[in-house]
């Protein structure tokens, strides 16, 4: 559609070769991905489930997709499921237990509702080798705990993480529901090709994973993950996970993540717009751990080089896809002026109807990965192309807000100073 014409668009060539930057990087990671291989079962396994495993489950008000999550869990076999809670929410969650498996299923309280103390209470509780935090609604595949436990034959392995998909909170996707599924597809490219070019990923996911217990109840750990501050002042409660896979990264630990249907858990994600609050409270998370992790601790760049890459393309992402429709509001801007006063003879709507082709086909090519198994939500592409802007003007926002540690999508949730008190 863009045809050729008289006229001269200098601001083609840089912003052209961004784009061949961008997507010969993403054509890199898929063929990593596809390359990627995940660690296999070993024939006499070093740990068993039923004697070195305890699930940690940190919650504040599971429901009944616990039940079903808590089931899954137990056809791993794991020695001891550890329910964390507030006081208040001991009794009905003691009920949810009881109903699944009192002999397996241990609830105990912290004073607090906070996520970080919650888990460490669980860590002090914990007796065998293996730690496996879970979200109260991660429902996990039969095989998911030995594919997990075959990482850790590398006594060098400190944490294990897994691949997700979406499930729907009812008989249908929402929109919200796909825009995550998108999302989650991306994701499990990106870590299975950084796992198989440089052994590291930007985030082992708190919703499934696994960690040896003796790095997680050293004191000092113990001590730095609820004593977890940004800029010296703001108390983190959230981004649990990313100070796990920093603390991984400083101190000399391996990661890996299992990529593979044998270890893909099923997760629930808002089926609303309170989706966007989630997607806030991560993009916050990311920018603070990334900017620790690039600048102030600074293991990543030896460590895991190709994450360090991926961190730094993050930070710019925002600015280059915004570049875009600025681009074309430029030109359609040029093409309205008449020619002698240095107007385009390109009509704006060729521009657009060009830029919507581009965009639509591209991002679509993007998503096959998803669209391969589940072709119907091709409709939603035009949603993600707007979710896309919409999250480059959130990251720029989070950004300017880093102070924000609240929760966002969870009542309840305690005030991290108080709770920290009450730990020490």
């Not at 103390?117 to 293996?130: E, P, R």
């Amino acid at each position: 559609m863009l045809r050729l014409t008289s006229d001269h668009f200098p601001v083609f060539v840089p912003f052209g070769v961004i784009g061949f930057y961008r997507y010969l990087w993403y054509l890199i990671r898929l063929v990593a991905s596809w390359t990627y291989r995940p660690i296999p079962l070993p024939e006499n396994p070093t740990y068993i489930a039923e004697e070195d495993v305890t699930i940690v489950v940190p919650t504040i008000d599971a429901g009944e997709e616990f039940k079903e999550a808590a089931h899954s869990w137990l056809v791993g076999k794991p020695k001891e499921i550890l329910i964390i809670t507030e006081e208040k929410m001991l009794g009905p969650l003691q009920e949810l237990a009881n109903a699944v498996d009192p002999e397996r299923i241990r609830v105990l309280t912290v004073p607090y509702a906070n996520k970080r103390l919650q888990m460490s209470h669980g860590i002090k509780n914990t007796t065998t080798d293996i730690i496996v935090f879970a979200d109260d609604d991660a429902i996990w595949p039969p095989t998911l705990l030995p594919y997990t436990l075959a990482c850790f034959e590398d006594q060098k392995m400190g944490g294990v993480g897994t691949s997700q998909r979406v499930q729907p909170c009812g008989d249908k996707f929402t929109v919200w529901e796909v825009l995550a599924a998108f999302r989650l597809s991306i994701r499990n490219i990106e870590i299975a090709s950084s796992t198989h070019i440089d052994g590291g990923l930007p985030c082992l996911s708190g919703r499934t994973a696994a960690y040896r217990t003796v790095i997680l109840k050293d004191p000092e750990f113990l001590h730095g993950f609820t004593h977890d501050y940004w800029l010296g002042k703001y108390q983190l409660n959230s981004g649990d996970d990313k100070f796990l896979t920093r603390w991984m990264v400083s101190h000399g630990w391996s990661t890996y993540v299992q990529c593979c249907k044998e270890a893909e858990l099923l997760s629930t994600m808002k089926p609303n717009w309170r989706f966007l609050k989630q997607v806030l409270r991560w993009t916050r998370n990311t920018w603070r751990s990334d900017l620790r992790s690039l600048f102030m601790e600074r293991y990543i760049w030896t460590t895991h080089p190709y994450v360090a890459y991926t961190m730094v393309d993050k930070l710019f992402n925002p600015f280059t896809l915004l570049s875009g429709p600025c681009l074309v509001a430029y030109l359609i801007y040029k093409s309205t002026l008449p020619i002698d006063d240095g107007g385009y003879h390109l009509p704006w709507w060729n521009i657009v109807v060009s830029y919507v082709i581009w965009l639509t086909a591209t991002r679509t090519a993007k998503l096959l990965p998803h669209l391969w198994f589940r072709p119907q939500d091709v409709i939603y592409v035009p949603a993600f192309i707007a979710f896309g802007y919409y999250f480059a003007i959130m990251k720029l926002y989070a950004l300017l807000t880093l102070h924000e540690t609240g929760w966002g999508t969870r009542a309840g949730i305690g005030d991290p100073t108080a709770a920290t008190a009450a730990a020490d």
